[in-house]
């Protein structure tokens, strides 16, 4: 289940620009420098290879680092796209931590949880495939799940409370909700096939916008007291 | 994504006991019967095996057939497994128009085509790893958003429009509903080790129960005049 290409608002199917992934908080030294130029240059690659397994040399290539740093910086390929994952989602968490410390209502901390979840779908496009396909081989999958869905969950909790407690929303069970939320935005993506086919839409920035507040409206309704 | 074993109400992971096939309408001669015991075979066997693949003689075995009769009643195994998913597929369209041609109201027939959804998975666990098996080997993907899509999104019209009319619905644009339902309803059995691990949840009868009751509250809540 996956998203590559984005469209354009005319519907051309492009590749979508890489953005830049979020950075680590401490300056960058020595092997360190080399670590995010790999990094940065395999999330480039994904996107652009409609998430494709690029080589370790393509990758490489782009990063402009000898063949032998992936070894010496990820002990291979599969710790480079293992840390590639642990980068977005610490990324998406530090993102969640953040809006769930502001003052904003808890109505309004909906409204941009939802539309932060389905970005993450639109700058992460390769992010559900390569966690599979990591997934495949072992206990990433409990991991994942611990490293997204805890922290999720708990946020869910805080701000179901935040609104039942400002009267703003009916009481509803937070992991419900949660599946809720994550089920109807990753849809989209996952079975683009289904969206672009049968539907005649084209997944380009006026369906994720037209999805965004779609979304938000039938949740806030949804809960509303 | 998978979900494969369902558990029981205390908790304790069971094989769940497959049900039956969909039946054709025609009365069943010759080689079809045949055909019908290998369908109900790999059925019951990817229920069992929590979608890992039987192989052909464990499926004749089942069927009680001879080990021939795969290649002469399908082609191959292959063959054998996309008429599984096309008897599945038409078996819960047909439920589909079903429902659309009942008299009830725009609410009870969402109520129940929620439900239905949400029963699908539950019924047929394999169906979506095995359709992703198969459409990665070509325009499967396409055939199969054709084959549920296309009607499923004209429900979607005419329910939302049907609603609409007795004032009770607000006006909801069809596409993104139908993303919206059905992404809910296949997230919590896609992501089952979120829901198992870090919600502590488990995914049997009782929690099928309550995220149905959930998902219908929200829906209905959402999109109500």
Avoid at 10 to 37: F, I, M, N, W, Y
Wanted: glycine share 8%; proline share 4%.
């Amino acid at each position: 289940m996956n998203v590559q290409i984005i469209c354009n608002h005319h519907g051309v199917p492009r590749t979508r620009r890489a953005t830049r992934l979020p950075q680590p908080a401490e300056e960058l030294r020595g092997a360190d420098v080399t670590r995010e130029k790999l990094l940065q240059a395999t999330h480039e690659l994904l996107i652009e290879r409609a998430g494709a397994e690029p080589s370790v040399s393509q990758i490489c290539e782009r990063a402009g680092v000898q063949l032998a740093m992936v070894s010496y910086c990820f002990g291979g390929k599969a710790g480079l796209f293992d840390a590639l994952i642990e980068r977005t989602t610490t990324g998406v968490i530090s993102e969640l931590e953040r809006l769930a410390e502001t003052e904003l209502s808890a109505e309004e901390k909906l409204r941009r949880h939802v539309a932060a979840v389905i970005h993450n779908y639109v700058r992460y496009p390769y992010a559900n495939q390569l966690s599979e396909r990591l997934a495949a081989g072992g206990r990433a999958a409990e991991r994942m799940a611990e490293l997204i869905g805890r922290p999720m969950l708990g946020f869910y909790r805080e701000l179901l409370a935040d609104g039942v407690a400002d009267g703003r929303f009916r009481e509803v069970d937070p992991t419900m909700l949660f599946f809720s939320v994550v089920g109807m935005c990753e849809f989209v993506f996952a079975a683009r096939s289904w969206l672009e086919g049968p539907a005649g839409e084209t997944l380009d920035d006026a369906l994720v916008e037209r999805f965004t507040d779609h979304t938000v409206e039938l949740l806030l309704r949804g809960i509303a007291a």
